[in-house]
DNA sequence: GATCTGGATATTATATACAAAATCGAAACG
DNA sequence: CGTTTCGATTTTGTATATAATATCCAGATC
């Protein structure tokens, strides 16, 4: 057979990570399509993108079957790529994954996580009021996501992680939109005291419970804007 | 995540799906993969398989990108693709997840499945239990296979169904396993007697706790053999 | 003997060239 | 007028060539 190196990394900690252009292309262009520079639905000109990004194209087509296979473009043979559009039974259909999931979340982070962890997620969770008491929306905004990404590394399980990232990013424009009115932002806020009240007294079922609804009401704030 | 792209599908339903080289090789290494012919841990020799595949680096390297991107093979910059090799505790990972999903899917299942479609899996569950009594493990596989992704598709969320493809994908040769000892097989058919009787009588909580509690089992079940 | 160094060899990464489709528009036709 | 057909143009798919990087082994050094 094949040699047996394991793929049990034998790299140094510190060892500088290599990263090959292609993974660069498609950082790049996964940031373009969650920020909404190119818009879902809109065709990609490969040549354009091609000299905007500097790089040839075969890294380039190279990140675009990456992309396609996490869900943010569609490639259709011979026609072309696109930024995937989400029809909302879409975008429904994965907050209730994600509702679901978050509750498994919650319910092994109370179980699994450490004392010091719990401690670090309160913390967040005072930066992210004081950044709502001054209604300060995209820094609240990005610590929410981390919030939520901390979290799920909490339940201690690696496919959690993975897949409620790839949810995340999906979702992510769409996760905006959901805090967009004053008392929608108001509700969510009230939803993380509840989460963090249930954390730090370790309450499973009720984390879970929490964090599903979170994700439900979402669903609520959000569906009139699409 | 693979994911069959039907965007704003103009395409003719029955236009013949024009499969560009990529997705066919795409397919071809990842029967490959999951059928066992590549091993886990095992390097891929790019021209070695080239050469046997009869195409080019660029259709072929394109293909890795989505095999790593679905979580098959791990690409280290510079330094070749492997066939991922999945540890204890990743696959205890992935079973968890795997239990929670299809908690959820048996309950959406119950709530908008038509009797046609509960139909149907009935008799792909009274096909099953013939393939059982003959003792006739590949076919019964296969129906085991299809019978969850069939229950998935009941659920009518397009995200479940996906998800659950691509980790039932990463764990195929493991769940093979599950079933390896007669009394495991006789347990994992008890607990599809007991799937069935809940879809029949819609009862989606119930369906719910037996289909998490049948994949826990599958872990028991695997558990030794790693 | 063990570790280090340098360069030959093999493998991977990127760029470019070439081929095959699809798209678009103008002219021909009904 | 609207539809169809054909070819020029653009865009995509595949192959190959070149550059960069890693691997391996022999000889040198301690």
New binding site residues.
């Given amino acids: 057979m094949t040699?047996p190196?394991m793929q049990t990394d034998t790299d140094h900690p510190l060892a500088v990570r290599?990263?090959?252009?292609?993974?660069?292309?498609a950082s790049r262009v996964r940031d373009l399509i969650i920020e909404g520079v190119l818009e879902p639905g809109s065709?990609?000109?490969?040549?354009?993108l091609l000299s905007q990004l500097?790089?040839?194209?075969?890294?380039?087509?190279?990140s675009?079957r990456t992309l396609a296979a996490e869900g943010l473009i569609v490639?259709?043979?011979?026609?072309?790529?696109q930024v995937r559009k989400l029809s909302p039974l879409e975008v429904h259909s994965m907050l209730e994954v994600l509702a679901h999931l978050e509750g498994l979340i919650g319910r092994l982070a109370c179980e699994r996580a450490s004392d010091a962890e719990i401690k670090g997620m309160l913390d967040l969770h005072r930066r992210m009021i004081a950044f709502y008491e001054s209604r300060n929306r995209l820094p609240y905004y990005k610590l929410n996501q981390e919030f939520h990404s901390r979290l799920a590394a909490l339940s201690g399980n690696p496919t959690l992680v993975e897949i409620q990232a790839n949810i995340q990013a999906r979702l992510k424009r769409i996760r905006f939109m959901g805090n967009a009115t004053p008392e929608h932002w108001a509700n969510a806020v009230s939803e993380h005291e509840e989460m963090i009240s249930a954390l730090k007294s370790r309450d499973g079922p009720r984390l879970s419970s929490v964090m599903e609804r979170h994700l439900v009401n979402t669903w609520e704030r959000v569906q009139d804007s699409l």
Same sequence: chains 1, 2.
Avoid: A, N, Y
């Fill in positions: 040699d190196d290599k990263e090959t252009l292609h993974d660069q292309v065709r990609i000109d490969e040549t354009t500097g790089v040839s194209r075969t890294p380039f087509r190279e675009l490639i259709r043979p011979s026609r072309g790529s």
